[in-house]
């Protein structure tokens, strides 16, 4: 699993994929906080100044690169720049955390995020075996879940509060809130439909 080339035919951009390791963490998290504080009128709701404001750190990175029940996945091109990235935990032994999902601001809506997500998701199906995979994403970012939806993931009907306490100086949706996903994949060990 650690280093697959994948050739896109939107984009032609070829993605090599790999495990982060410790010494990943820095770019990372830049990757991360770079692509979370982009505004792209696509995704970006009435949380925009949370955006802005998203931060990322090489030791929240790092947690994840050394907790054995997760991995941080990297895309890079073929000229070694990182262009997009994913966490996945394993959770419970049927179940997939798939989270901050990342791609370069330079690199996006060409095609890598969706497969990157796919790559994430191939990885916890054959390295845990797990049967469900989940995510969340803010309820103002419509389209961000209706892209999800398209990738097979659905509203599972429960949702997780957002500390809005901790940003009281901005002006936030009373309701903000994140909507729980989740997408079946028993059976797909090995499909490979990236
Ligand atoms: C969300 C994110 C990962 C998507 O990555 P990406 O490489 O831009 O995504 P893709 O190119 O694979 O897909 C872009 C989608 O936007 C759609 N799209 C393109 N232009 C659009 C527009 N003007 N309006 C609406 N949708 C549009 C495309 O049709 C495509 O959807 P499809 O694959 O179902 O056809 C990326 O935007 C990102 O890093 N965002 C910041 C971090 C973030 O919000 N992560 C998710 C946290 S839950």
């Known amino acids: 699993m650690k280093n697959i080339i994948q050739a896109n035919m939107s984009t032609n951009i070829q993605l090599h994929f790999r495990v982060a390791t410790p010494d990943d963490a820095a770019q990372v998290a830049q990757l991360v906080q770079a692509a979370f504080r ?10 925009a100044e949370l955006n802005r404001r998203f931060t990322m750190t090489p030791v929240e990175v790092l947690s994840t690169i050394t907790n054995p029940d ?25 179940l ?11 690199f996006q809506a060409g095609g890598v995020g969706r497969r990157v997500l796919a790559h994430a998701e191939e990885y916890a199906i054959n390295t845990w075996g797990v049967k469900n995979l989940g995510l969340n994403a803010l309820n103002t970012r419509g389209l961000l879940i209706e892209w999800y939806e398209r990738r097979g993931y659905v ?5 997780s509060p957002f500390p809005v306490e901790a940003f009281k100086e901005l002006e936030l949706p009373e ?17 490979g439909s990236v």
């Open 175 to 191: 309701d903000l809130h994140f909507v729980e996903m989740e997408k079946n994949v028993e059976g797909s060990k090995g499909a």
């Open 38 to 47: 982009h505004q792209d009128a696509r995704w970006t709701g009435p949380d």
């Open 155 to 159: 509203k599972t009907g429960e949702t």
């Open 70 to 94: 997760a991995v941080f996945l990297m895309a890079t091109n073929d000229k070694g720049t990182l262009v997009g990235a994913m966490a996945t935990i394993k959770k419970i032994e049927e």
């Open 96 to 106: 997939a955390r798939m989270a901050m999902l990342a791609v370069d601001p330079a």
